[in-house]
């Protein structure tokens, strides 16, 4: 009785603003990994030009410059890891200080909910930094077996195995990539999941405008028309 008491606080349109959510959030990754064969996202395009670098990277004499730019990739994977779980230090902590959650909750709206309402609203972004976390932390140990992968590759080109093993590496390379790539979409969902906290009907406005931000990138941005004409497609 005591669940069924805790979900009633909920408005069926707070369902249906939490289903939108999370299906948008499923919806447009699919979309974005699994675009139509004539419209390929940014994230699609790039893939090319990952298997590019490795084939390139045979011929490379020196390749300081590869294990360099896999060093910024890194970077960026360790930087985001470590911005969630800052927020999610911060998003538990404001948990566990129910009279400071209270204090906000004032602050955003007029509405005298429980504390529990706002406390389910707040783990539920947290979820989703969670989830994101866990994306950057695995995209960073792919790129790290990326780099021994690399390292793995003959400097002879004609060797048979370099072109095997630099293929290799660019699907490792990809496949980090895009983790990465999801552990971003997690996050752009969570900063629109913070609209909850406003009400059920921003929740649905910052829902429809995440899922416009991350079609019009992957789709219709002016970085996809370049790598379009740099590909001639």
């Known amino acids: 009785m ?81 911005a969630s779980m800052i927020i999610i230090g911060g998003g538990l902590a404001l948990i ?45 140990r792919l790129f790290g077996y990326c780099a021994v992968m690399m390292a793995a590759v003959p400097n002879d080109g004609s060797d048979p195995r370099a072109l095997t093993r630099a293929a290799q590496a660019a699907e490792i390379n990809i496949t980090a990539a895009r983790s990465f790539n999801r552990g971003m979409r997690s996050l752009y969902f969570a900063l629109g999941g913070l609209a909850w906290l406003l009400g059920a009907v921003p929740l649905m406005g910052a829902t429809a405008l995440t899922v416009f931000v991350l079609g019009r990138r992957e789709f219709a941005s002016n970085s996809r028309r370049a790598l379009l004409e740099s590909t001639g497609m």
Not at 30 to 55: A, K
Not at 57 to 66: K, L, N, P, W
Not at 118 to 126: F, R, T, Y
């Open 96 to 140: 566990g200080n129910t009279e400071r959650l209270l204090g906000l909750a004032e602050d955003l709206t007029l509405a005298s909910s429980p504390a529990i309402v706002w406390e389910v609203k707040i783990l539920a972004v947290l979820l989703l930094v969670a989830n994101a976390f866990l994306k950057f932390v695995w995209s960073h």
């Open 2 to 82: 005591e669940l069924i008491d805790r979900i009633a606080l909920f408005t069926p349109l707070d369902a249906v603003a939490v289903a939108l959510w999370g299906v948008a959030w499923i919806v447009i990754g699919l979309l974005i990994e699994h675009p139509p064969s004539g419209r390929p996202s940014v994230s699609v395009l790039m893939t090319r030009y990952r298997r590019d670098w490795m084939q390139a990277m045979v011929t490379r004499q020196s390749r300081i410059f590869d294990s360099n730019i896999l060093s910024t990739l890194r970077q960026g994977t360790t930087f985001f890891a470590s």
